[in-house]
């Protein structure tokens, strides 16, 4: 099966002035695999580096040491990214601009064709139920709605590997049904989808396989079945377990 | 409650001596507003005199179509005001011409400001052919931002009324700065210039003279260093009308005071021979 | 190259989108025939006055736009986090850096135009004349100008912690380079050693900007500059702005984007 992302032994550090310059290790030798057409799931509490992970993949941030791939292509390169669609947490569009400006705009970035571009903005606009709004500039947009743009701008290029950070975040329950019912139809096609998530119990409907993260290391990854089985409690009770909880009472 | 009336009582005293060390300060700044006239003094204040020498250099950037040094090169070399130079000469005696001046400009130090003279003026030339009235804005607000500055009222009036025969406007321009200056001599010298040059009306300009010659002495007599130049200018001027009107023996007085304070008595003297030869001889 | 215009697309819809461009515009107008229609000793001639006022404050508005527009840029992408999706697409820093030069200095040569029809016409009103060529050399050199301090921007934006800091820096600078920069030398050759020297090498390193500034010569007529001259004001032009473009590449590369 071939692997769409990989990490090798990947290792960030930061050093800051708020750290007294001291040295902050947010991944400890990460390595990681993620074979085409999965759902994979990237766990782990706050602070356990799965958003430094992402800065490295998206080449945000430049590790330490190691290396990451995606289509075996080292992140550095820009060309990396040509086949990957991304889908911030929190809405960061330009407010000044329209759904359509938008995706015209990541469209010319990605090199597509006019013609096929304005056919996919007709399809997607359609697809996230924004078409009655596509003239408007997203400042105008709900909280919701600059979500759906969020989804939008990141299946564009139409992508293979979709990275997905908290998607459902800040969502009602039908936005969060879209969502996975857009990840569900991803997979269906054929293309990987790489998300970070706080939601377990979504996490363990719609993933093929799931990696927890716990102070910068991999704890645990597997399918999440031969998980569930092999500890013997829901992902939720494991994840609890893998980073160490201790209940109060 | 007999705390706070006193303290009441105390408030209102405080307000009463305020206002009353207030008042007269009020009154006096509105006086100086009356005297001043324009909301350019009321926004300005004393850096009007500033500014209006400013439009006035401006003026003078103007008249030579922006080939003007900085204030850098004017500390350097001391360069004197052409448009203002001009307009103390009598009608159709310009001080010089375009062709008088040296056009080289001092050789450049680097490339830099030897490229850099591409992008400006650098050539001496001087407004004419009716040109000279894209000075007036400046002039006008030189003027307006300094009404105590003779030198403006004369220079706009010669320019208006010798340059582009706009006398009226010019007498409207010496009347002001008269209503602005009513001690001063130079103003009523430049009225009796304009009634003389352009209205050709030697009746008054003698009246304008005479009375300005008074106030020249009345401003100036009592001076260490008197101002000899406008007096050279009146006695010559009002010789000069003395004579054309056929007044001799007028004209030879003031020619006598003219050759007291002159650089040339000889000149003056001969001039005063001519007159007196040609002088009717008494029955 | 598509991705460079695809960023400066967007740079240029902010401009016109945003209402500094027309407030400034409206402002000018408004100064502009405010002075037109005034009359000085009944003159209706008279216009060169008028010329030095319309493109005072055409350059102060240009000064204004460029580099708020500009100081904005970066700042703007890294604290409303678009930048993060931005560089999840296949682009470069560098080339988002271009891209918003590019933006900037397009959006600048587009209202330089419109200030300078505007300036057209008031004055062809009066004068009943347009020398098109001076007109022409004067926005072409203009935008020149503009383009060295919108890539000087540019660099201080990745320098400076807060646009505010860079605008106020970069709008003393620019202003302090068109009015002194010149007589540098003049000032040097008065003073000791070493000042001498160091206000002689600040005189060498500065962008002259004054190279780009024909109003006098639009003003009182003057004929049109070599065109040997204005290429090589554009070439000096291309290379303080090539220079500040790749510093702040430079820079931006190894900035944290948060």
């Known amino acids: ?249 | ?283 | 190259m598509n991705k460079i215009f695809a960023v400066a697309g967007v740079v240029i819809k902010e401009l016109y989108r945003r209402k500094d461009f027309y407030v400034l515009f409206i402002l000018t107008v408004l100064i502009t025939l405010v002075m037109w229609s005034a009359r000085f000793f009944n003159d209706d001639g008279i216009v060169r006055a008028l010329k030095e006022i319309c493109l005072m404050l055409i350059w102060l508005s240009m000064l204004v736009i460029a580099i708020t527009t500009t100081a904005r840029q970066i700042p703007f992408e890294r604290e409303s986090r678009t930048i993060f999706p931005l560089l999840a697409k296949p682009i470069t820093r560098a080339q988002v850096m271009v891209g918003k030069f590019l933006g900037c200095w397009l959006a600048c040569g587009i209202a330089l135009i419109v200030f300078y029809v505007f300036f057209g016409l008031i004055t062809a009103s009066r004068e009943h004349t347009l020398p098109l060529v001076q007109y022409l050399q004067a926005i072409w050199l203009h935008w020149q100008m503009l383009g060295i301090v919108i890539a000087m921007t540019l660099f201080g934006s990745v320098v400076f912690t807060s646009p505010a800091e860079n605008i106020t820096i970069t709008l003393i600078i620019t202003t302090g380079i068109l009015f002194i920069a010149e007589h540098l030398h003049k000032v040097a050759e008065r003073m000791t050693e070493p000042s001498a020297t160091i206000l002689t090498v600040i005189y060498f390193l500065v962008p002259h900007l004054e190279f780009f500034d024909t109003q006098k010569l639009i003003i009182h007529d003057w004929p049109a500059i070599e065109w040997r001259f204005v290429g090589g004001a554009s070439l000096y032009a291309a290379i303080y702005t090539a220079f500040f473009l790749l510093a702040t590449c430079v820079i931006f590369r190894r900035k944290a984007l948060n």
Request: net charge negative; glycine share 6%.
């Open chain 2, 1 to 283: 409650m007999k705390q706070a009336k006193l303290i009441l009582l105390l408030l209102l005293v405080a307000c009463f001596s305020l206002a009353t060390w207030l008042q007269p300060l009020h009154n006096s700044r509105i006086l100086r507003t009356e005297t001043s006239g324009n909301v350019l003094a009321l926004l300005l204040g004393d850096a009007r005199k500033m500014f209006a020498q400013q439009m006035f250099a401006k003026a003078d950037a103007y008249f030579h179509r922006g080939n003007y040094p900085s204030i850098f090169d004017l500390t350097q070399h001391h360069e004197e005001n052409h448009m203002a130079g001009e307009s103390h000469h009598a009608a159709g005696e310009a001080d010089h011409d375009d062709d008088d001046h040296d056009d080289a400009l001092p050789p450049a130090h680097d490339w830099i400001e030897r490229f850099g003279r591409h992008f400006y003026p650098t050539i001496h030339l001087h407004l004419k052919d009716g040109e000279e009235r894209e000075m007036l804005p400046w002039l006008r607000v030189a003027v307006a931002l300094d009404p105590h500055s003779i030198e403006t009222y004369a220079v706009t009036a010669y320019w208006l009324r010798e340059r582009l025969n706009k006398v009226d406007e010019a007498e409207e321009v010496l009347r002001a700065g008269l209503h602005a200056n009513p001690d001063s001599p130079e103003l009523y010298y430049e009225l009796g210039r304009l009634f003389y040059e352009n209205r050709k009306d030697s009746v008054r300009t003698r009246n304008l003279w005479v009375f300005a010659l008074r106030r020249w002495h009345e401003v100036e007599d009592t001076k260490t260093v008197p101002q000899r130049v406008l007096l050279a200018e009146l006695l010559g001027g009002l010789a000069r009308i003395e004579r054309q009107d056929g007044h001799k023996a007028a004209a030879i007085d003031y020619l006598k005071q003219l050759q007291a304070i002159s650089p040339s008595p000889e000149q003056i003297q001969k001039q005063i021979d001519q007159l007196s030869a040609t002088q009717t001889p008494s029955l």
């Open chain 1, 1 to 249: 099966m071939q692997t769409i992302l990989e990490t090798k032994k990947l290792r960030v550090e930061y050093r800051s002035r708020e750290l007294k310059q001291e040295t902050k290790v947010a991944l400890k030798g990460l390595s990681l695999r993620v074979n085409a057409g999965e759902v994979f799931g990237f766990l782990g509490p706050n602070g356990a580096g799965k958003t430094t992970t992402m800065n490295v993949l998206l080449g945000y941030v430049n590790a330490s040491a190691g290396e990451a791939f995606l289509f075996d292509v080292n992140v550095r390169e820009p060309i990396a990214r040509q086949r990957i669609g991304y889908l911030p947490e929190l809405t960061y569009y330009y407010k000044f601009l329209t759904a359509e400006e938008l995706l015209r705009f990541y469209a010319k970035i990605f090199g597509i064709p006019k013609g096929e571009t304005e056919k996919r903005i007709d399809q997607l606009l359609k697809l996230v139920e924004l078409d009655h709004a596509r003239k408007r500039p997203i400042r105008t947009y709900s909280k919701g709605m600059q979500q759906r743009a969020g989804i939008a701008q990141a299946l564009i290029n139409n992508p293979d590997l979709l990275l997905l950070d908290e998607p459902t975040s800040g969502l009602d329950p039908l936005g969060r049904m879209k969502v996975r019912e857009i990840i569900q139809r991803l997979k269906n096609e054929g293309k990987t989808v790489f998300f970070s998530s706080h939601e377990l119990g979504e996490v363990e409907t719609i993933c093929d396989r799931v990696a927890i993260l716990n102070q910068g290391e991999l704890k645990i990854e597997g399918p999440v079945n031969e998980l569930v089985n092999q500890y013997q409690c829901n992902l939720e009770q494991l994840f609890l377990k893998v980073v160490g909880y201790q209940p109060q009472v």
